[in-house]
């Protein structure tokens, strides 16, 4: 064997072991770390049977109109995450936060994430809380959803009000995740490694140290579960099987949108277009990114009470 070669050898066998090393330390620790975070996550809310499961619903607040808010996906803890926008709109609505399966406190499940089960779940939920007339308000996948939830249970919402929502028909919806890979890297602790190098991202937010670390743990916790990346890969079918639908032309609609979308210039456009469908579709643009809640609850907040308040004028 040539000197070059077998020094190349060498050099690829410590390498191999470095990596194994490190992969296994990182196994372990996030193993561990996952293990010692359960006692540490507070519980908050309360949960609600579905389908022989249990579904995290946080109430806030009171008022004679209810307001139902429903994540984007992936969201850890949907009730901390939106608790700046929960806490300006509970001071004359009562807000209910329900997180999903797969979310926040809520149990995961083995039932396909198609569009038509998330709805059926989320309404089951709102059953067994006797919700029965609503403003439903939702943040990114939600409005896509909301598509079908609205339609379905038309005689339950009153309005829907959506926060930078997805649209039928935008770009980029036919990507096929690698869902089995990220699953590795989770196992792995390689998510947990980066999480912990890029932070996140909240700093400068209106969330005290507590709430960020609820928020952390709980990522730790719900990211990448089996419950989640079926939602991931149902997202292509579900955006899918949603070309050709839209609100009902009765139903008013208000969206929140980010007004300059660097990835997809014609957002605004889409969510123009989604509201001049409907009889009464209102666009607000605001300068932000994705996460508006987090940037501009009062803002939000004091939108939507305008809206509502010109509405009631309209109909005098």
């Known amino acids: 064997m040539r000197k070059s070669l077998r020094r190349a050898l060498i050099v690829a066998g410590a390498i191999g072991t470095v990596l194994a090393v490190g992969l296994t330390t990182t196994t372990v620790v996030n193993a561990v ?11 908050y809310g309360q949960t609600v049977s579905v389908d022989g499961r249990s579904m995290n619903v946080v109430i806030t ?37 329900v997180e999903p399966f797969g979310y926040g406190l809520s ?40 598509i079908e939830y609205t339609n379905r249970y038309a005689d339950e919402v009153t309005a829907f009000v959506g926060i930078d929502t997805s649209v039928p028909g935008q770009p980029n919806m036919d990507t096929v995740f690698p869902t089995g ?60 099987d949603a070309m050709g639908t839209g609100f009902s032309t009765g139903l008013p609609l208000l969206l929140f949108v980010v007004a300059d979308n660097a990835g997809n210039p014609d957002w605004i456009d889409l969510h123009e277009r989604q509201a001049a469908e409907i009889d ?33 004028l309209a109909a005098d």
């Open 33 to 43: 770390s996952t293990e010692a975070e359960r006692s540490r996550i507070e519980t």
């Open 181 to 240: 890979l990220l699953a590795a890297a989770k196992n792995l602790g390689l998510i947990r490694l980066v999480a912990g190098a890029t932070g996140d991202g909240l700093d400068g937010l209106e969330y005290d140290d507590h709430t960020r670390e609820q928020m952390s743990l709980l990522s730790n916790r719900n990211s990448l579960t089996p419950t989640y990346l079926d939602e991931m890969t149902h997202i292509r079918t579900n955006f899918a």
């Open 280 to 312: 009464d579709g209102t666009v607000i643009p605001l300068d932000g990114e994705h996460y508006l809640h987090h940037t501009h609850a009062l803002e939000i907040a004091d939108g939507f009470r305008q809206w509502e308040a010109d509405r009631l």
């Open 61 to 97: 607040g009171e008022g004679d109109q209810d307001v139902v808010l429903l994540p984007g996906f992936g969201t850890a803890s949907p009730a901390l995450d939106f608790e700046p926008l929960v806490t300006d709109l509970s001071n004359d609505h009562r807000v209910i936060v």
């Open 107 to 146: 149990d995961g499940t083995d039932s396909p994430r198609t569009t038509d089960n998330i709805v059926d779940e989320i309404h089951q939920a709102l059953q067994a809380l006797d919700v029965d007339r609503y403003v439903l308000m939702g943040h990114s996948i939600a409005g896509l959803y909301a």
